[in-house]
């Protein structure tokens, strides 16, 4: 199975759009995703040069900076994305998958826990908004 380590940030993000900078692997990559009607995204990704997203992270990123090891777990012809967190997000595993099509029947590996696509409590952002709060609290408790 294969594994690499990931540094992601986000420069900007909204409820139908995000640009992210992200860290992998000696190469780095500006990527732009954009809502649209059900469960699939439009997205641009770029290559960028490392000196520069690590720039970007430092600079335009503030808070919003995680690193994760993605590990590639391939089950039933698909590629399933585990995402192992460290720092802020200590403790939260996301697997996700990218279908063919919308239509694409997914028999879930027996390991996948519940399913939480499109509950807002477990995007990034959100997961990080919790915890940055529950460490406040627990600074100024």
Same mark, same amino acid.
């Given at each position: 199975?294969?594994?690499?380590?990931?540094?992601?940030?986000?420069?900007?993000?909204?409820?139908?759009?995000?640009?992210?900078?992200?860290?992998?692997?000696?190469?780095?990559?500006?990527?732009?995703?954009?809502?649209? /009607? &059900?469960?699939? !995204?439009?997205?641009?990704?770029?290559?960028?040069?490392? +000196? =520069?997203? %690590?720039?970007? #992270?430092?600079?335009?990123?503030?808070?919003?900076?995680?690193?994760?090891?993605?590990?590639?777990?391939?089950?039933?012809?698909?590629?399933?994305?585990?995402?192992?967190? /460290? &720092?802020?997000? !200590?403790?939260?595993?996301?697997?996700?998958?990218?279908? +063919? =099509?919308? %239509?694409?029947? #997914?028999?879930?590996?027996?390991?996948?826990?519940?399913?939480?696509?499109?509950?807002?409590?477990?995007?990034?952002?959100?997961?990080?908004?919790?915890?940055?709060?529950?460490?406040?609290?627990?600074?100024?408790?």
């Amino acid at each position: 199975m294969r594994h690499e380590h990931l540094r992601d940030g986000l420069i900007c993000h909204s409820a139908e759009r995000k640009v992210r900078v992200r860290i992998r692997d000696g190469s780095a990559t500006l990527t732009i995703k954009a809502k649209r /009607e &059900g469960i699939r !995204d439009v997205e641009f990704e770029y290559a960028i040069p490392v +000196p =520069d997203a %690590r720039e970007m #992270l430092a600079s335009h990123c503030g808070d919003l900076v995680l690193d994760k090891t993605r590990h590639y777990v391939p089950h039933a012809g698909l590629v399933w994305h585990v995402d192992v967190y /460290e &720092g802020l997000l !200590d403790g939260i595993v996301l697997a996700e998958v990218e279908l +063919p =099509d919308e %239509r694409t029947d #997914l028999p879930l590996p027996e390991w996948v826990g519940a399913e939480v696509t499109g509950r807002p409590e477990y995007k990034k952002i959100n997961l990080q908004r919790m915890r940055q709060a529950a460490s406040a609290r627990r600074c100024a408790g």
